[in-house]
């Protein structure tokens, strides 16, 4: 079993930067590959990033390459998304979820935490 809970969300400016958290309580955390999701108003959630348990890889969406990075630390259990250069149009609630694959699609993800809104005002 694995506990996630995110933090960090809130308002910001377009152009502005906000750093999300992910705190994670259970066992195995440093096995567990870790995705950033978000769902905006009226929209299905989509992937934003991942990093892989095994090598430490990091994956991205496309919308999001190059303005956001995704980074653990297995000693604190946290895995952060800093948000740099936002957009209007990545406000949306963000989650973060767990699994043994560092896979894009939900359904490869077994444990989620309760999410965190993220507003970016134009």
């Known amino acids: 079993q694995l506990q996630l809970v995110e933090s960090g969300g809130g308002l910001v400016q377009e152009g502005g930067s906000l750093r999300l958290s992910c705190a994670a309580s259970g066992r195995s955390f440093a096995r567990y590959s870790i995705a950033w999701f978000r769902q905006a108003p009226g929209k299905e959630r989509e992937f934003v990033a991942a990093?892989?348990?095994?090598?430490?890889?990091?994956y991205y969406a496309d919308a999001v390459k190059g303005r956001f990075t995704i980074a653990r630390d297995n000693a604190q259990t946290t895995v952060y998304l800093q948000m740099n250069s936002m957009r209007p149009e990545d406000t949306a609630v963000y989650y973060c979820?767990?699994?043994?694959?560092?896979?894009?699609?939900?359904?490869?993800?077994?444990?989620w935490g309760q999410g965190t809104q993220v507003t970016v005002s134009s």
């Open positions: 990093h892989s348990w095994s090598g430490g890889r990091t």
């Open positions: 979820a767990a699994s043994h694959g560092p896979g894009r699609e939900l359904n490869e993800y077994q444990y």
